[in-house]
């Protein structure tokens, strides 16, 4: 329920389809079920350096950064899509891998859950994962179909700000974690 990129991303796709929620959580799931499987079964092995931490905060940051200003560049061609579904798909899994904060956050919260979750053997892994993937769809589900059926009373002007505002978010997190990075390695230093 962290009000992200990903979240923003939703708000500016509900506007257009309703199932855009439910596209854009089955991408999310695309990136998020093998990280979780790839912490589970290999990386809750290790100790990660901090320079790892660094790194995916520094790229994904500036990462975010072109997204949302290229984005911005490009806020008022109109752009046909031969397949809607594909784009909010697509965009589900293009803001979950550009995202820092969620890289960061299965790094450091996510491995701890997941370890926690590990005690349970398979099983409770399994229900771990299928119960938090499962919120995440219900989440972003509830929330396009709720922006889809509000938007007759949105105009031309309160659609621009919703945009913009997602686009602000979005940039807004890339830059956040970006600096988060800077001072991060300052702080090893």
């Known amino acids: 329920m962290l009000p992200g990129p990903l979240f923003a991303v939703t708000i500016q796709r509900s506007t257009e389809r309703k199932s855009a929620g439910l596209l854009i959580s089955l991408?999310?799931?695309?990136?998020?079920?093998?990280?979780?499987?790839?912490?589970?079964?290999?990386?809750?092995?290790?100790?990660?350096?901090?320079?790892?931490?660094?790194?995916?905060?520094?790229?994904?940051?500036?990462?975010?950064?072109?997204?949302?200003?290229?984005?911005?560049?490009?806020?008022?061609?109109?752009?046909?899509?031969?397949?809607?579904?594909?784009?909010?798909?697509?965009?589900?899994?293009?803001?979950?891998?550009?995202?820092?904060?969620?890289?960061?956050?299965?790094?450091t919260v996510g491995t701890t859950l997941i370890l926690n979750a590990k005690i349970f053997g398979i099983i409770g892994f399994s229900i771990f994962t299928i119960v938090h993937w499962l919120c995440d769809f219900a989440w972003y589900t509830v929330i396009a179909v709720l922006i889809f059926n509000s938007r007759r009373f949105w105009n031309k002007k309160m659609r621009r700000v919703t945009l913009l505002f997602s686009l602000v978010v979005f940039v807004g997190f890339g830059a956040w974690f970006f600096i988060s990075a800077i001072l991060s390695l300052f702080s090893y230093l």
């Open 27 to 107: 991408g999310h799931g695309v990136v998020e079920v093998p990280l979780i499987f790839l912490i589970y079964f290999w990386l809750s092995q290790f100790v990660i350096p901090n320079y790892v931490s660094v790194t995916i905060g520094l790229v994904g940051g500036l990462l975010m950064i072109y997204m949302g200003l290229n984005a911005f560049r490009n806020r008022n061609k109109k752009i046909e899509y031969k397949n809607s579904y594909n784009d909010s798909f697509l965009s589900g899994i293009w803001t979950t891998a550009a995202n820092a904060g969620f890289i960061l956050w299965w790094l």
